[in-house]
């Protein structure tokens, strides 16, 4: 396969990223709005992009791009979709925010909890970062306790008490990740390592009384895409049932994309609370909490744990999500799109393994994972050895070939239900060609 310039006007030697970049550097630290888009995992000039529909990117110089990122995991539609655009095409005629409750935001309330059962109340707010720093000070508020429990790899938005490493020893307490997240801030939050038992059991055989909550991804997609294994899942229910915590299940990531139901429907397993975003806001600013309502009637207006926003509950934010989420619960929705993502990956393998390289891959419904190494990683550390050099030649390789997958290692990937099987077929011949370039 060719790299992709059919829709280039000038060809390849005009390179309008390049002089974007430059002006974006100028006025924005870094030239990008959040990290990751920065491309310094991977060197190179990051892509302007101009538009998208369906599975595809067009960027600055017209080249199309067969999406993976999807926004980092909205848009499991694709780029848009009629009923979505429909949807919020007509919101926004009826005025963009008013600041005073909708019909809509209890329509989008109900469908949730509808799939959702572990929920019984839920408060909508505009990112995952703040859904899961609120959700957090709700369990403390609730149990009136200060720790929090949470895993190396993990990532919940980045709340000061959040940004924290693991310590040196077994159960100790973390240290801050940023400048600007002082100790003291960060001294009531204990860092496990993902999958570890033995250090679960320690934690709360030492700390129990002090829990407030336990938050996990319990499928990781911001270490690229790690399982919690389902005993080390049931654990983290068990062990906060006994000891008086709640268990915080972080579903930005995987509400509405792994399966209908989340992780917790997979697991089997009800949280005590759940957060959501990304899906939920179908690529507009949407995120939410919510949990039993004995739990959520603690919140302000009712209870004494505050939590507000200007924009929460967005009235063109919840068309554009309830749009999404109709089409998603949709009969075989989740059925034909874990089936276009596992031809995916067993495309790379066959075709990383033809190459004689160490590769193995994951996914559940829409979200993958693919790592150059032997074996899946069951925690950070394992994650942490994957061949960043590798990588970056993979990604590069890709990229030349009109295939955007997230631009660092630690990332999951995303299939939309605009993939085609045709798009899975490019996708794997341009790995196939990618691989070539790789040192076994
Ligand atoms: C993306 C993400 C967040 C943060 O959401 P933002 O909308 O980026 O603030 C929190 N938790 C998980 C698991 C995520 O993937």
């Given amino acids: 396969m060719k790299p992709n310039t059919e829709s280039h006007p000038q060809g390849a030697a005009v390179d309008r990223n390049q002089p974007l970049f ?30 998208a529909q369906g599975a595809y990117l067009w ?49 989008l309330s109900e469908a949730i909890l509808a799939l959702l059962p572990s929920m019984e109340m839920v408060r909508l707010v505009s990112s995952g970062t703040e859904a899961a720093m609120s959700a957090l000070r709700l369990a403390r508020g609730a149990t009136g306790r200060k720790m929090i429990v949470k895993f190396e790899g993990c990532y919940h938005g980045h709340a000061d008490a959040l940004l924290v490493k693991a310590g040196s020893g077994l159960a100790t307490f973390g240290h801050p990740t940023s400048a600007g997240v002082p100790e003291e801030v960060v001294e009531h939050t204990l860092v496990l390592e993902y999958n570890n038992l033995t250090q679960l059991e320690e934690a709360f055989a030492l700390h129990g009384k002090e829990i407030a909550g336990l938050i996990i991804e319990a499928i990781a997609g911001n270490m690229n895409f790690v399982r919690a294994t389902p005993a080390f899942a049931r654990r983290c229910r068990e062990l906060c049932t006994q000891h008086g915590a709640l268990l915080i299940f972080d579903e930005v990531m995987t509400g509405f994309r792994v399966c209908l139901h989340g992780v917790q429907g997979l697991l089997g397993i009800r949280p005590d609370l759940t957060v959501l975003g990304k899906v939920i806001g179908g690529g507009m600013p949407l995120a939410a909490f919510g949990g039993p309502r004995a739990l959520m009637e603690q919140l302000a207006p009712l209870g004494p744990v505050y939590q507000a926003g200007t924009l929460s509950g967005n009235p063109v934010a919840t068309a554009c999500g309830l749009a999404t989420l109709r089409e998603v619960a949709k009969p075989g929705f989740f059925e034909a799109l874990a089936t276009r993502t596992r031809a995916l990956i067993d495309g790379l393998r066959t075709a990383a393994q033809a190459e004689g ?84």
């Fill in 22 to 51: 430059e002006r974006a550097r100028a006025v924005i630290p870094g030239g990008v709005n959040s990290p990751v888009r920065a491309f310094r995992a991977v060197g190179g000039i990051p892509r302007f992009i101009e538009r």
């Fill in 357 to 440: 390289l160490a590769f193995s891959a994951d996914s559940e419904g829409g979200m993958f994972g693919f790592f150059l190494l032997p074996e899946l990683p069951a925690n950070y550390s394992a994650v942490m050895k994957s061949d960043g050099m590798q990588f970056k030649t993979l990604f590069h390789g890709l990229l030349e070939r009109g295939v955007y997958v997230a631009p660092a290692l630690y990332e999951a990937g995303f299939v939309s239900a605009a993939h085609s099987n045709e798009d899975i077929a490019q996708t794997v011949a341009a790995a196939r060609e990618s691989f070539k370039a790789l040192k076994r």
């Fill in 59 to 107: 960027d600055a110089n017209g080249q199309r791009f067969i999406d993976y990122i999807g926004s980092w995991g909205p848009m499991i539609l694709g780029h848009g979709h009629p009923a979505v655009i429909d949807a919020v095409q007509r919101a926004i005629t009826d005025g963009l925010s008013y600041g005073a409750p909708t019909a809509r935001e209890i329509e």
